[in-house]
């Protein structure tokens, strides 16, 4: 299957600092990537959804500001999360289609472990 | 409101039975509805995908059923084994650019 690969795994960071989370499509193209956030014993939260060369599409309640996302070509994007707090402390996993982008199957990044101090 | 629940948060079989998980949604029209298996601390793993006109789908020891009806879908492993223990996820489409909407999830242990 394809692979997605995500970059860092775990990051600890002070509060107030900003931190980049890198997400790849390793073997096809995404012209679409999903960033998603998931708290303990909780469902996976759509953030917003990536396009290549676009800007991002955020679901509602998510600051565009806080949480900046960068599609610069169809291999990668990028999640920013900028002055981060300890409420920002989270797994936020991103995710790619490959194939057709209303049918396909979902490949999943490891996820990023976050921890704001 | 639209809302996808599954059914249990956690659910403890024996090994070499059948676990049956269920997800259930409301004011959604999906296409189709997806499972994926979630180790901790790890991104989740695609499963199977069943479509509206489905009722059924198979793939080695999983099977899925959709029932459009009763806005139901209903996830099995037979003969379950300790390896299956993991947290399984529910989606589906939002008929809204190809986004995926998650349930909470179902914890499924399986004692040996």
């Known amino acids: 299957g394809a692979v997605v690969s995500q970059h860092p795994s775990r990051v600890i960071c002070k509060s107030g600092t900003s931190v980049k989370i890198e997400c790849r499509s390793l073997d096809f193209q995404a012209t679409t990537m999903f960033w998603y956030r998931q708290f303990p014993k909780k469902s996976l939260m759509l953030m917003a959804t990536?396009?290549?060369?676009?800007?991002?599409?955020?679901e509602q309640g998510v600051e565009k500001d806080k949480f900046l996302i960068n599609h610069a070509s169809l291999t990668l994007s990028t999640l920013t999360v900028t002055s981060a707090h300890p409420e920002d402390s989270s797994f936020y996993i991103c995710?790619?289609?490959?194939?057709?982008?209303?049918?396909?199957?979902?490949?999943f990044g490891e996820g990023s472990r976050l921890t704001v101090l | 409101s639209q809302k996808i629940e599954q059914n249990s948060e956690a659910l403890n079989i024996q090994e070499g039975k059948t676990a049956t998980l269920t997800c259930n949604y409301t004011?959604?029209?999906?296409?189709?509805l997806q499972w994926y298996r979630q180790d901790p601390g790890r991104g989740p793993v695609f499963l199977l995908l069943i479509r509206e006109n489905e009722k059924e789908k198979r793939k080695e020891r999983l099977k899925v059923t959709f029932d459009t009806t009763l806005k139901q879908s209903l996830f099995h492993i037979t003969a379950s084994q300790p390896a299956d223990s993991a947290t399984y996820l529910c989606a589906l489409d939002d008929n809204q650019g190809g986004k995926l909407i998650f349930g909470q999830g179902t914890e499924l242990s399986v004692k040996p």
């Open positions: 995710s790619a289609r490959s194939g057709n982008l209303n049918t396909g199957e979902l490949f």
């Open positions: 004011n959604y029209s999906p296409a189709y």
């Open positions: 990536s396009n290549e060369g676009s800007k991002a599409t955020y």
